[in-house]
């Protein structure tokens, strides 16, 4: 039987987080993602912690006050899905992460066909779609409520 | 086809919505989670995580400062096999902890316990060839949390653990037997499963006690390999 998940609690910032642990770009041309995590009522989260890997990348930010993350990535190139970054959730009040996926909005062609999205219930494909802000990539999670991201049973 | 999570998911693990921890009412997903074939994505390769920084030292909690912090001194060893019973080898494990008083060094914690300028409380190591670790630390105290009247988290230390799969990601608590809070803890016992909440309670093991220096505790992991991705009940 599997060691059982317990919450990340609120008490991790001092531990978790590593110094550049946001940026697995590393000075290569990357994307900036930024975005915020909300809980059901519509109120940031401040005390959770993100994880975006694909790849050889892996990086990792602690929500601000606001509920605020950002990264900086190479988008990756898998070879039989569209271009997307894994992303993990932890948070006080999850008693197990969560797990979900970004997916890029200028590739809408291959988002069409990617077998995982295409799981998803159409109307709630949106939820793992970044927004383009003018130079940065918007993606919020949401972990309840309205508009809830999908997220993927573990 | 999203699937009820009840259908899919094994009574060891803790639900999302605990409702006796309060925090989980506002934050568990309320829509079913979409499952995916574990060929797509449970066993995929987990993160690479070689960019967290693990120095020398990183294992041993109570030589971080000028002084000894106070507490009773302890050493936490165990193995990290995965489900399917190979060591996981060189894998991170992360550790971080309340100090002997229940204080955490995270400035959000109002805790009106005293801080040890000797004691920060967040280790790092890789786990050896045969997936072992070993970290020294000092026993942590109990605290309160404000969940419901009276509340006191029991005595743990966390443990964050990458393995080598997309779902073996673990991040989780382990506490210390005879712990009177244990039965009283909302957290540990949304573990539906007494194995399961067994499993996160270390073993005094003199064979890990050092004469003359600390107490020794054994607790193992065991990560989801392949035979513990979800399949179709």
Known sequence: ???????????????????????????????????????????????????????????????????????????????????????????????????????????????????????????????????????????DIRLQGESETVFFAL | MPVKVSDWQSDSEPPYLHPDYRSTVRRAPARELVRLPPEWFHELPGPVFGRVPVLPGDADLTQQHDGQPLGERIVVSGRVVDSDGHPVRHTLVEVWQANAAGRYVDPEDDHPAPLDPNFTGAGRCLTDGEGRYRFVTIKPGAYPWRNHENAWRPAHIHFSLFGPFLASRLVTQMYFPGDPLIPLDPILQSIPDQRGRDLLVAAFDPALTEPEWALGYRWDITLRGRSATPRER
């Open chain 1, 1 to 139: 039987m599997p060691t059982p998940s317990q919450t990340v609690g609120p008490f991790f910032g001092f531990a978790l987080p590593f110094a550049g642990g946001q940026d697995a770009a590393g000075g290569r041309p990357a994307v900036r993602i930024e975005g915020q995590l909300l809980d059901g009522a519509g109120e940031p989260v401040p005390d959770g912690l993100v994880e975006m890997w694909g790849g050889e990348q892996f990086a990792r930010c602690r929500t601000d006050a606001e509920g605020a993350f950002n990264f900086t990535i190479v988008k990756p190139a898998p070879a039989d899905e569209a271009p997307h970054v894994n992303v993990t959730v932890f948070a006080r009040g999850l008693l197990r992460q969560l797990a979900t996926r970004m997916y890029f909005p200028d590739e809408e062609a291959a988002n069409a066909n990617d077998r995982v999205l295409n799981r998803i219930d159409p109307p709630r494909r949106h939820t793992l779609v970044a927004h383009s802000e003018g130079a940065v990539l918007r993606f």
